[in-house]
């Protein structure tokens, strides 16, 4: 693209922007694409764009007054309490980040003895960002404990003798505290949890390249079966046993395999969850220990003593009502995840502040339960670029991921277009002919970021960690923690209540101690829910894995669906288990928008797309009558909740095979944020009109309307990044295609400046 075409387009953008601001900032949530957008001119660390949250959108206060879950405070009251903090009553630890690590630490912190007074803050939903956005799995780390074998037997072992012992023994203390937090977790939290097995299939008895970077594991194939009991001896022998599956039994469990991929297979078991369930019941088990903790409640600014730097508390604003307090506690935790820099960007400092995380995405996509038949997942070890890929059966679909790219961490959940490729492509490598995997299999995808974590205040020649760091600012006071994974959410909470209360302060307690539902759980409690309620097998036993004894609350709030059976339980799209209970009782447990319900209190979103879409309006409704919503709250609300599902790259109509030809994601989506000069997130006919008119492309309304639709893959008059993506990357006859390929030159776009157009 030339640079004075870029100009006009930047220019016609900005001519709409004043406008197009002052139409956005009437809406109630303003739609995260929107904000990342509107903000996007200002200040940036290291790449990361610090956003002002709701603040500056002239958001109208509306009650939230709403009961919370029996015996524990509403929301409401939790603002209350927050709010009342002083300088002369502070809070012990306050937390900022309501992922598993946030919320964790204000468990552990409220759990322990000695009346530790506890606040917790989250500016989104409490697991809004990755903590909702796993794998599923509760896995004890059988790559790390195959890399750390490939290391010790590398020639560095001859080199560097000591430091290589040191490498390996840490790696497998690592995999020790995976299994030990795993059997915490199956063992304490069944409610929660449960085992899945998987199945990696053979097809030589050799690999070549060897996977895990060492020739020996060129024999892996042969090798593996005694790995794997390897594997579940460093867990004590307490999960399910691995085994050998031989030739025809493997062929009669997964007859989409391609024949010639399987010798044998070697099965072995991980523990799953339902992550944002389980990250909501590690809040509600703060709550229920007395922590004082919501959602939706952001950091906007830090408060110090006189000095100018040791931390004393925090200034923050309630993002359903833009009032705006004060919160003072004698240590302040950062726990923000891939955010983690955003927020240390708030305190006080007189030089540069120095990157503590970076972010690296992974892409998940769901695909119909087929995939994964018998309820037994797949796990391909040695991917095109050396990559682990998970087949895994997930609330009766198939979960397959994860890719691994670096990249800075957004809100949306939208994945890049040629990452959702190559998965279907690794995918492809598995299925036997007659059954390929098609684009427009995919039901809903997504990704998530690890935040990659290294400690800026260590002193010089300090070990790096390989797993989580919490590390204190020794000017502000200011403990951050980053890094880990789900497996270790109660080890890195406990390691940083250890370093606020020091060696002599009171223990932890969370390894003796069931999150909350836990109590009144039994295997048999989804039968009971059937014979009391009338409920659905189905419905009762999700109810029953994902609230636990906390089932029983949610449904006295059922109605009845006036059908013989189920007597109760209105489900709120059909083929789904989710209900209008589930609705009215997560407004109990803080939720506040349609969002919340359809991606983390229901996974809807994360399964199904068009599912999800199609819940929005019952949702809403129930919604409205539980938080007492006015009828153009219900209407932003709805706005919000399609716009925010959109960024779900679910199914596209037809059997798309695409290649990102000539480009990749961000040329892409710079183009398309060029066209896009209302900031809808979507384009429509006058903005394709309006680029042909920019580049002197002479379109009659005819060809207008062609053009259009063939860029319209869902027919719903509005084009997303991920449909106009496929348009763009697949080979197009369609003049005008062929003359706006010919005008625009989409390779020349990152030297051109890259970033945002209005960067």
């Not at 006189?306 to 925090?314: F, Q, R």
């Not at 095109?384 to 397959?400: I, M």
Request: hydrophobic share 35%.
């Amino acid at each position: 693209m030339s640079t004075s075409l870029l100009l006009m387009l930047r220019a016609r953008r900005m001519k709409s922007s004043s406008l197009c601001i002052k139409e956005a900032t009437k809406s109630l949530y303003l739609k995260p694409f929107i904000k990342k957008r509107l903000f996007s001119s200002t200040s940036t660390l290291n790449g990361q764009r610090r956003d002002p949250g709701l603040a500056s959108t002239g958001q109208a206060s509306y009650p939230i007054e709403v009961s919370g879950p029996e015996g524990l405070p509403s929301r409401s009251e939790q603002i209350r309490r927050l709010a009342s903090s002083s300088s002369a009553s502070p809070y012990d630890i306050l937390v900022v980040g309501g992922g598993a690590t946030g919320c964790g630490i204000a468990f552990d912190a409220a759990s322990r003895e000695g009346s530790i007074k506890v606040a917790c803050i989250e500016r989104g939903d409490f697991a809004s960002e990755t903590s909702s956005r796993s794998t599923k799995l509760i896995w004890a780390g059988i790559r790390y404990m195959a890399t750390a074998t490939a290391s010790l037997l590398s020639k560095k072992l001859l080199t560097s003798p000591l430091e290589t012992l040191n490498d390996f023994a840490g790696e497998i203390k690592m995999v020790l505290n995976c299994h030990k937090e795993r059997r915490y977790m199956t063992d304490k939290q069944r409610h929660l949890t449960n085992w899945v097995p998987i199945a990696i299939p053979f097809s030589e008895w050799h690999v070549s390249p060897a996977p895990f970077g060492h020739p020996i594991f060129g024999f892996f194939p042969v090798l593996a079966p005694f790995v794997l009991k390897i594997y579940d001896s460093m867990s004590g022998f307490t999960c399910p046993p691995s085994y050998v599956m031989g030739r025809e039994k493997a062929k009669e469990i997964f007859p989409q395999l391609a024949d010639r991929l399987i010798k044998y297979c070697a099965v072995f078991y991980e523990a799953q969850h339902n992550d944002s369930r389980t990250n909501i019941a590690i809040a509600m088990s703060a709550a229920e220990h007395g922590a004082d903790i919501s959602n939706y409640v952001e950091m906007i600014d830090t408060i110090t003593e006189d000095d100018g730097k040791t931390v004393i508390g925090i200034k923050v604003m309630d993002r359903m009502t833009n009032e705006k307090f004060d919160i003072f506690s004698k240590k302040v935790v950062l726990a923000g995840g891939p955010f983690t820099d955003t927020m240390r960007s708030l305190e006080p400092a007189e030089e540069e502040m120095k990157t503590a995380v970076s972010a690296a995405s992974g892409t998940h996509l769901v695909l119909p339960g087929y995939y994964c038949p018998q309820n037994i997942g797949l796990l391909d070890y040695n991917t095109s670029d050396g990559r682990f890929l998970f087949f895994v059966p997930w609330e009766k679909h198939t979960l397959v991921g994860t890719t691994d790219t670096k990249c800075p961490a957004e809100t949306l959940p939208a994945p890049p277009e040629d990452e959702v490729k190559w998965i279907l492509d690794e995918c492809g490598k598995y299925l036997s002919k007659d059954l390929r995997v098609r684009r427009s299999d995919v039901l809903s995808a997504w990704r998530g970021w690890r935040p990659l974590a290294a400690d800026p205040h260590a002193p010089p020649g300090a070990p790096v960690s390989r797993d989580h760091i919490i590390s204190e600012n020794p000017e502000t006071g200011v403990i951050f923690v980053a890094g880990g994974k789900w497996t270790t959410w109660r080890e890195m909470a406990e390691e940083a209540v250890d370093k606020v209360v020091g060696e002599d302060g009171p223990k932890a307690r969370t390894l003796d101690l069931k999150l909350f539902g836990g109590e009144g759980y039994s295997p048999n409690l989804s039968i009971q829910l059937i014979q009391k309620h009338g409920m659905s097998n189905d419905t009762a036993v999700m109810l029953a894995k994902t609230y636990g004894g906390r089932s029983w609350e949610v449904c006295e709030m059922s109605h009845p669906t006036n059908h013989v059976w189920p007597r109760f339980g209105k489900q709120i799209v059909p083929n789904y288990p989710y209900i209008d209970a589930e609705v009215r009782y997560a407004c109990k447990e803080y939720a506040c928008t349609i969002e919340d319900i359809l991606s983390r209190r229901t996974r809807l979103a994360f399964l199904n797309k068009d599912a999800a879409m199609n819940a929005i309006p019952l949702v809403a409704d129930i919604m409205a009558e539980e938080l007492r919503w006015t009828e153009d709250v219900k209407a932003e609300q709805m706005i919000a909740a399609q716009a925010y599902i959109e960024s779900y790259a679910g199914r596209i109509p037809g059997n798309q095979e695409s290649t990102l030809r000539g480009s990749n994601y961000e040329n892409v989506k710079e183009l398309f944020d060029a066209i896009d000069t209302d900031f809808s997130g979507f384009l429509d006919r006058t903005e394709v009109g309006e680029l042909a008119s920019t580049l002197g492309i002479d379109l009659s309304e005819m060809d207008l309307d062609t053009a259009f639709q063939e860029m319209d893959l869902n027919s719903n008059g509005r084009v997303d990044l991920q449909e106009f993506e496929v348009w763009w990357s697949e080979t197009n006859d369609s003049d005008f295609y062929k003359k706006l390929s010919k005008e625009m030159k989409i390779g020349d776009l990152k030297s051109m400046g890259g970033g945002t157009m209005l960067g």
